[in-house]
T-cell receptor, first 114, second 113 residues
Framework: DTGVSQDPRHKITKRGQNVTFRCDPI?????LYWYRQTLGQGPEFLTY????????KSRLLSDRFSAERPKGSFSTLEIQRTEQGDSAMYLC????????????FGPGTRLTVT | AQKVTQAQTEISVVEKEDVTLDCVYE???????LFWYKQPPSGELVFLIR??????QNEISGRYSWNFQKSTSSFNFTITASQVVDSAVYFC??????????FGKGTRLSVIA
């Protein structure tokens, strides 16, 4: 399977704990995106990388959220001091760079904060 | 600002009926791209189609067809002879190329056998 993979698929954590999610993009793609999806809504953009450069991070929901892609391959999304409102599906997608290429999504990580 | 509106929250049809999912978009850019994605109960978003703003030709792929009309800022999706496996949430999305995807809220389609 050469699609986008995400780990873990599910995460249950207690409020105040830190969590980290991993995304492995399609190997030929140099762009990687993170989205958040809450119940009944479409995905909401958080941040994206082209290779190892983070080109947009102003949409990260708060300074508790951070993302890295240190070698231009896999990426991690970290949420510090989790809150109940952080409970959502976190989606990763990848694409070729350039205008208008379609993004391919992974299966997502469902976060539940208790 | 860019916006995508999917006015139909939920649609229910009987198998073999045709169904059209509406998508209306807003953008000030002259070059933009429109997409449809399917999200089945398993949760993974599946890419269906991309159109660019310069290509208003309608497209057909098997039982799926898409009608792009710039004059009404719409990019509607029709499933012909629907099947139970078509049951999913369908999202319309918009990008101006180097901007991230802006999604609508989705339309939940239920196809009843």
């Amino acid at each position: 399977d050469t699609g986008v993979s995400q780990d873990p698929r599910h995460k249950i954590t207690k409020r105040g704990q830190n969590v980290t999610f991993r995304c492995d993009p399609i190997s030929e793609h140099n762009r990687l995106y993170w989205y958040r999806q809450t119940l009944g809504q479409g995905p909401e953009f958080l941040t994206y990388f082209q290779n190892e450069a983070q080109l947009e991070k102003s949409r990260l929901l708060s300074d508790r959220f951070s993302a890295e892609r240190p070698k231009g391959s896999f990426s991690t999304l970290e949420i510090q001091r989790t809150e109940q409102g952080d409970s959502a599906m976190y989606l990763c997608a990848s694409s070729f760079s350039g205008r208008g290429y379609e993004q391919y999504f992974g299966p997502g990580t469902r976060l539940t904060v208790t | 600002a860019q916006k995508v509106t999917q006015a139909q929250t939920e649609i229910s049809v009987v198998e073999k009926e045709d169904v059209t999912l509406d998508c209306v978009y807003e953008t000030r850019d002259t070059t933009y791209y429109l997409f449809w994605y399917k999200q089945p109960p398993s949760g993974e978003l599946v890419f269906l189609i991309r159109r660019n703003s310069f290509d208003e030709q309608n497209e057909i792929s098997g039982r799926y067809s898409w009608n792009f009309q710039k004059s009404t800022s719409s990019f509607n999706f029709t499933i012909t002879a629907s099947q139970v496996v078509d049951s999913a949430v369908y999202f319309c999305a918009l990008s101006s190329g180097n901007t991230p995807l802006v999604f609508g809220k989705g339309t939940r389609l239920s196809v009843i056998a």
